[in-house]
T-cell receptor
Framework: GENVEQHPSTLSVQEGDSAVIKCTYS??????FPWYKQELGKGPQLIID?????GEKKDQRIAVTLNKTAKHFSLHITETQPEDSAVYFC?????????FGKGTMLLVSP | ETGVTQTPRHLVMGMTNKKSLKCEQH?????MYWYKQSAKKPLELMFV???????ENNSVPSRFSPECPNSSHLFLHLHTLQPEDSALYLC?????????????FGPGTRLTVL
């Protein structure tokens, strides 16, 4: 089955800096890669996703890149703000069931 | 209420107790999911229901028993749990089981087994 590795497990940045979270996947048949954000006391919420037919997708301050050859994808957050502090999960799927990474706790200091 | 709701938000139970977790979605979705979230581990998919039929059961111990009486409600019945079952249990729903459909998560039930 699919295996998703996510790094780093914790990331601390200063407000205004950029943050990058990286994930690798094992199943070359995977073709859909969502990113979820989980704030304290809440369930995960989809923030951006990408399909395998594109290499990059951007939505305001967040972007995701995908390298199918290397089987890795990354989340980029620019101009970070304290409200970006949360746990971020990457996921991959090819057969309908999402396989999640272990999560990255992002801490943005004012 | 909107979105996906879960009750109770917190639950403490002994190993011999029987309890149930409830999930309700107000989105008109046809697929519902139970996940287990443990510290420093990926979300683990437990069960999937599509149009009220269980379509996936990921080798979950029989002490967890799901029930989906209609497309808006999902239950997880618990009995004779173990301390290692302590975790956050998340319910989610999506329009259907298509892989591209966003899953909407509830806030979870924090379960502690003593």
């Amino acid at each position: 089955g699919e295996n998703v590795e996510q790094h780093p497990s914790t990331l601390s940045v200063q407000e205004g800096d950029s943050a990058v979270i990286k994930c690798t996947y094992s199943d070359s048949a995977s073709n859909y890669f969502p990113w979820y954000k989980q704030e304290l006391g809440k369930g995960p919420q989809l923030i951006i996703d990408i399909r395998s037919n594109v290499g990059e997708k951007k939505d305001q301050r967040i972007a995701v890149t995908l390298n199918k050859t290397a089987k890795h994808f990354s989340l980029h957050i620019t101009e970070t703000q304290p409200e970006d502090s949360a746990v971020y999960f990457c996921a991959a799927t090819g057969a309908g069931t999402l396989t999640f990474g272990k999560g990255t706790m992002l801490l943005v200091s004012p | 209420e909107t979105g996906v709701t879960q009750t109770p938000r917190h639950l403490v139970m002994g190993m011999t107790n029987k309890k149930s977790l409830k999930c309700e979605q107000h989105l008109g979705h046809n697929a519902m999911y139970w996940y287990k979230q443990s510290a420093k581990k990926p979300l683990e998919l437990m069960f999937v229901y599509s149009l009220e039929e269980r379509v996936e059961n990921n080798s979950v111990p029989s002490r967890f028993s799901p029930e989906c009486p209609n497309s808006s409600h999902l239950f997880l019945h618990l009995h004779t749990l173990q301390p290692e079952d302590s975790a956050l249990y998340l319910c989610a729903s999506s329009q259907d089981r298509d892989r591209y459909n966003e899953q909407f998560f509830g806030p979870g039930t924090r379960l502690t087994v003593l």
